[in-house]
């Protein structure tokens, strides 16, 4: 029987394929969670990630899924309890950005991220916790914002409105789900290396203006992130919802635009 902080736990990770979702996932495993593994376009890293979260002793399996479909979302849930048994967390880390001057924003844009980062995890929230009520369980629900829920990103309006949307749903959310029982959290996290700031980790002179503004003087790992997932979707958080907890070595307090 697996052992750790999350021992006899199930959770759902979307976009838990590679970068901050895969790490959660595979934390979650070696704390002795179950893990629904998300991916959307690379089965293969998919799988990878599966194979490594069952070699910590725990079941996992795969559904892929596009988080802006609302089907798909009824489909994760319904696959954590057909092949898992159930379900108590949930991670809504699946996240899509977009590089645009605000004039420059296409109606297409604005639906690739709006729609992957704000009405997927409202979506799969509610399909969540409607199965939560159904089974009268307890749950917690921790959603993957960002600095840029409070942050200005020049270029990046899209993101930041739909993660401050983000920021007010959980806001909402950890108030009228309470009383079910279920918590609600976001963990906003900064400059952290993952596939998605490739470019910026690789462009030297762009990575050390960055790293001035930290006063921690890194960029964050995965790592960093996914302990802070694993507190709050253990029992010893069981009295924290309703907040946003920064992963950022203090980039928040000390950002300036150049």
């Known amino acids: 029987m697996p052992s750790g902080r999350l021992a006899g736990k199930t959770a759902i990770v979307t976009g838990s394929s590679s970068g901050i979702g895969q790490g959660i996932a595979l934390r979650f495993a070696s704390e002795g969670a179950n893990v629904v593994i998300d991916f959307h376009g690379h089965p293969e890293a998919g799988e990878e990630t599966r194979a ?118 959980m806001r ?16 906003a996290p900064g400059a952290i290396s993952t596939p998605i700031n490739k470019s910026l980790l690789e462009d030297k002179p762009k990575l050390d203006a960055l790293l001035k503004n930290i006063p921690l003087g890194r960029s964050g790992s995965v790592e960093d992130v996914a302990g802070l997932a694993v507190y709050l979707a253990s029992d010893e958080a069981a009295y924290v919802t309703g907040s946003t907890f920064v992963v950022d070595g203090g980039l928040m307090r000390n950002y300036h635009e150049q």
């Open 52 to 169: 490594k979260a069952e070699a910590s002793g725990v079941k996992a399996i795969l559904v892929k899924s596009d988080v802006s479909k609302i089907a798909d979302t009824a489909n994760l849930v319904e696959q954590a309890w057909s092949q898992l048994g159930g379900c108590d967390v949930l991670v809504n880390n699946a996240g899509v950005e977009k590089n645009a001057a605000f004039l420059d924003v296409t109606e297409d844009d604005y639906d690739l991220v709006l729609d992957t980062n704000l009405k997927g995890a409202f979506f799969l929230t509610q399909a969540f916790v409607k199965r939560l009520r159904d089974e009268k369980m307890r749950g917690c629900v921790i959603n993957m914002s960002s600095v840029h829920e409070d942050m200005v990103f020049p270029n990046f309006a899209t993101y930041c409105a739909s993660k401050g949307g983000v920021r007010m749903l």
């Open 172 to 187: 909402d959310l950890a108030v009228e789900l309470g009383p079910m029982g279920i918590r609600v959290n976001n963990i």
